[in-house]
C-alpha cells in the first residue's frame, strides 16, 4: 500500500533540501511485475499472486526567476487472485504545486492540491483485507522563513474531504483540516525539525451522528541529502471524540532511508506505531483504515539499473494496521520484483 507518510516525509524532504529546477522539465515513468502476497487476521492466512502496473510523469516549470510548478498524475493497477475470486484495485493520483523556487534556506512559501480516486472491485473477505474504494481531495500551503542564524519557521496547512465508495463505509464519510507549525535548525550535516500538530475532522454522514474528532501531537525529525538521504522520526498524538470510544493515543517511530550502493541503490522505510484506545467502545465500530496513526510495516527495496531507461526493483514489505473496525489488526508480507523504464 501506498502509505501517507512516505508522501508526507517526500513532500517535506523535497521543500527541505529543493535545488534550482530547470526552466522546464518533463519525465515519465513506467513499472510492472509481479507480486506475492500473504495476509493473516484472526489466526488465518491466505496467500494470493498479483500482476501489477504502474505509471505517471512529472512535469515542471518556472514561469519566473523566482517561481516553480509541479504536476504530477499517477495511475496504478493491481489484479490479485485468491481461491476463491478475483479482486482488482484501480488507483489514481494527482499532485499540484505551485510556489517559490526552492533555493538554500531563505524565504519561501507553497500551494498545492492533492486528489486521489481508489476503485477496488470484488473485495474478498477476511484474512484478506484491501482498502476500500474512495475518492479524496485535498489543498495545501507551506510558508518558511528564516528567523535567525540557522533556525526557521515554518507552517503548513491542509484541508479536505475523504468520501467512501461502499454503503456500509459511508459512515467514515469526513471533512478535515490540519495544521503544523516547526521549528527547523541546522544539526550536523541535516536538519532538525520540531512540531506541533492540531487537526479536527466532521464525519458527514448521518449514521455518524454528528461525530466530530480533534487531532493533536508532537513531532521530532531529523533528515539529512548528503552522500545518503536519511530521515528519522519519532512522534506522539494524541486524538478526541464526542463519540465513546473514539479517543486514543498513539506513538510512533520511523525511519526512511535511501543509500547508493555501487551503480545500485537500496531504501528502506519503516514505521511502527503503537496505539491504545482511552475507552473501551464496541468492537464493532468503524474506524478509518489510517497509516497516520496505527499502521506499522517495513519496506526494503534494492534498485538496480540494467541500461539507461530501465531499472530493477525488489521488493519485500511486512505491515500491520486496523481493518476498519478499532482494535482488529490484520498483517500482510509481500514481495515483489517490478521493471520500471524510464525514457
Known amino acids: 500500500m501506498t502509505r501517507a507518510a512516505a508522501t508526507a516525509a517526500s513532500l517535506v524532504a523535497a521543500f527541505l533540501f529543493a535545488a534550482p529546477l530547470p526552466a522546464q522539465s518533463f519525465r515519465s515513468d513506467l513499472s510492472a511485475g509481479p507480486e506475492f502476497l500473504l495476509f493473516e487476521a ?3 492466512s491466505e496467500g494470493s499472486f498479483a500482476a501489477r502496473a504502474s505509471g505517471g510523469f512529472l512535469w515542471t516549470a518556472r514561469p519566473g526567476s523566482q517561481l516553480a510548478f509541479a504536476v504530477e498524475p499517477r495511475a496504478g493497477l493491481r489484479v490479485l487472485t485468491f481461491e476463491e475470486t478475483t479482486s ?4 489514481a493520483d494527482l499532485m499540484a504545486t505551485f510556489g517559490s523556487a526552492g533555493r538554500g534556506r531563505g524565504w519561501r512559501w507553497q500551494v498545492g492540491i492533492r486528489g486521489k480516486v481508489r476503485d477496488l472491485s470484488d473485495p474478498p473477505e477476511l ?23 540557522g533556525w526557521m519557521v515554518e507552517a503548513r496547512g491542509s484541508a479536505g474531504f475523504v468520501r ?6 459511508r459512515v467514515l464519510d469526513r471533512d478535515g483540516a490540519l495544521g503544523a507549525l516547526s521549528i527547523n535548525h541546522a544539526l550536523g550535516p541535516g536538519v532538525a525539525r520540531f512540531t506541533f500538530v492540531v487537526g479536527a475532522e466532521d464525519y458527514t454522514d448521518p449514521l455518524a451522528f454528528g461525530r466530530g474528532d480533534g487531532r493533536w501531537g508532537f513531532r521530532v525529525d531529523w533528515a539529512t541529502s548528503e552522500t545518503i538521504f536519511l530521515q528519522l522520526e519519532a512522534a506522539l498524538a494524541w486524538n478526541t471524540s464526542n463519540i465513546v470510544g473514539f479517543d486514543y493515543r498513539s506513538h510512533r517511530a ?3 532511508l535511501s543509500a547508493p550502493l555501487g551503480d545500485a541503490s537500496a531504501q528502506v522505510y519503516a514505521g511502527i506505531a503503537l496505539k491504545t484506545y482511552k475507552d473501551p467502545g464496541s468492537p464493532d465500530a468503524r474506524v478509518a483504515p489510517s497509516d497516520r496513526d496505527t499502521g506499522s510495516f517495513i519496506i526494503v527495496q534494492a534498485t538496480q539499473p540494467l541500461c539507461t531507461t530501465t531499472s530493477l526493483h525488489v521488493r519485500g514489505e511486512w505491515s500491520r494496521s486496523e481493518t476498519g473496525f478499532r482494535d482488529q489488526y490484520f498483517q500482510r508480507l509481500g514481495f515483489s520484483a517490478l521493471l520500471s523504464f524510464r525514457p
Open 42 to 44: 484472526n489466526s488465518a
Open 88 to 91: 482488482s484495485e484501480l488507483i
Open 127 to 149: 484474512p484478506v483485507y484491501l482498502e476500500p474504494g474512495r475518492g479524496e481531495g485535498w489543498a495545501d500551503a507551506i510558508v518558511a522563513a528564516p528567523v535567525g542564524a
Open 164 to 169: 467512501y465508495t461502499p454503503q456500509e463505509w
Open 254 to 256: 520511523a525511519l526512511l
